[in-house]
Every structure is written in structure tokens, then in C-alpha cells.
């Protein structure tokens, strides 16, 4: 029983680079999210969908990219990464719209240079 | 703009202690507030509190909120080592952008020590 599942573990990227965080999970859940988490600080939303083809931004969507052609799968893109992108990534999934009990994935470690 | 915030930032305790974890909040619009455990990575969801009043009980956790007052308490009894943890609370409310937005608070890193 995976859940939800995220890769790479960590990363070190460059400033300018490009990376896509990939995200999937196994409990054909609708509604998707992608997290980043600062030091000391709470969680913030980035993108989220409801569903296969449907996202849309939440709070700090700028500077990433995301897209949902299947139920399963969530990749968040960073184009020509910056500093401050540098943060814990998590993904989550949820059964119903209002993130309760939203299963989260294991995190993204990520390092812009 | 919403607010959360989590007292006090860190806590070390001795097992056996039961301790009282505390998240106020300022929101507009409030639906839920919910309690999530962290350890190394994922955080993982504890409860969900909507009514005030009720509590909210897993085994030696229990939560309660206060609607009123704008606050909501987790308290953990007869605390273990395995408790040591991040414990984030976090509070929903449907944004204009249409998503139901969720503001967490930055965490009590809690502590049981043998």
C-alpha cells in the first residue's frame, strides 16, 4: 500500500536549472496538492487539482508549473530555479475537497545553489 | 491575511508527562481546524475539529476547540518517546481563488525523553 509517493528524495539544483518533482498516488484519489515547507515555517500551497486535467494555483504559485493527465500522478515543474525555491516539497492527496485527512508524501528536499 | 499560530515553539518533556499543545488562530470564514503529527518527513493527520466543545479523542490524544475564543488545544497523556514529533495545526477556509485554503501554523516540536 504505497499512498502517495514522491521523487527524487533530495536534490541540489543550480540557479537557472530545471527539475520536475514527481508525485503519485495509489488510493484514486481526486484532489491533489503540492506543498513547500520553509524553516520554522508552516506549509504553504503552491497548486493543487480536483481532478484528472483541472488545476489551479493556491497561495505561492509562482516561479512552478503543474500538470494532472492522470488520476495518479501530480509533477510539479521548477523552470530556472531560484534561491528562494530552495524548501521541503511535500505532496498530498485527499479523498474529498477539504483536504481532511490528506495523505501526504514523504517530501522533496531541494537546494538551489 | 490568515493567521496561525502554535505555542510554545519547542517542548522537551520527561515520558509519563501529559502535555497541552496550543494553536490560535485568525481566519475569515473558518470550516475546519486540523491537527497533524510530523516526524522526520511526512506529516500525518491526527484530527479534524469543526464544532465547538467536542472533543476529539485517538488513544492518549485528545483535541478540543473553541470557536469563541478562536483556539483549539491537543493534549497528550502519559507521553512517549514515540510522541516526539512536529505537531502542526492547521485551519481551513474556502479562499476567493476558489480552493479551500488551508493556513498552517509554523509547529511545536515536542520532545519525550526517557
Known amino acids: 500500500n504505497a499512498g502517495v509517493t514522491q521523487t527524487p528524495k533530495f536534490r541540489i539544483l543550480k540557479i537557472g536549472q530545471s527539475m520536475t518533482l514527481q508525485c503519485a498516488q495509489d488510493?484514486?484519489?481526486?484532489?491533489m496538492y503540492w506543498y513547500r515547507q520553509d524553516p520554522g515555517m508552516g506549509l504553504k500551497l503552491i497548486y493543487y487539482?480536483?481532478?484528472?486535467?483541472?488545476?489551479d494555483k493556491g497561495e505561492v504559485p509562482n516561479g512552478y508549473n503543474v500538470s494532472r493527465s492522470t488520476t495518479e500522478d501530480f509533477p510539479l515543474r521548477l523552470e530556472l530555479a531560484a534561491p528562494s525555491q530552495t524548501s521541503v516539497y511535500f505532496c498530498?492527496?485527499?479523498?474529498?475537497?477539504?483536504?481532511?485527512?490528506?495523505?501526504f508524501g514523504q517530501g522533496t528536499r531541494l537546494t538551489v545553489v | 491575511e490568515d493567521k496561525v499560530v502554535q505555542s510554545p515553539l519547542s517542548l522537551v518533556v520527561h515520558e509519563g508527562d501529559t502535555v497541552t499543545l496550543n494553536c490560535s488562530y485568525e481566519?475569515?470564514?473558518?470550516?475546519?481546524l486540523l491537527w497533524y503529527k510530523q516526524e522526520k518527513k511526512a506529516p500525518t493527520f491526527l484530527f479534524m475539529l469543526?464544532?465547538?466543545?467536542i472533543e476529539k479523542k485517538s488513544g492518549r490524544l485528545s483535541s478540543i476547540l473553541d470557536k469563541k475564543e478562536l483556539f483549539s488545544i491537543l493534549n497528550i497523556t502519559a507521553t512517549q518517546t514515540g510522541d516526539s514529533a512536529v505537531y502542526l495545526c492547521?485551519?481551513?477556509?474556502?479562499?476567493?481563488?476558489?480552493?479551500?485554503?488551508?493556513?498552517f501554523g509554523t509547529g511545536t516540536k515536542l520532545q519525550v525523553i526517557p
Open positions: 498530498a492527496s485527499s479523498y474529498s475537497p477539504l483536504n481532511t485527512e490528506a495523505f
Open positions: 488510493m484514486n484519489h481526486n484532489y
Open positions: 487539482s480536483v481532478g484528472a486535467g483541472i488545476t
Open positions: 481566519v475569515t470564514n473558518f470550516r475546519s
Open positions: 469543526t464544532s465547538s466543545g
Open positions: 492547521a485551519v481551513e477556509a474556502p479562499h476567493s481563488g476558489g480552493y479551500q485554503k488551508v493556513t
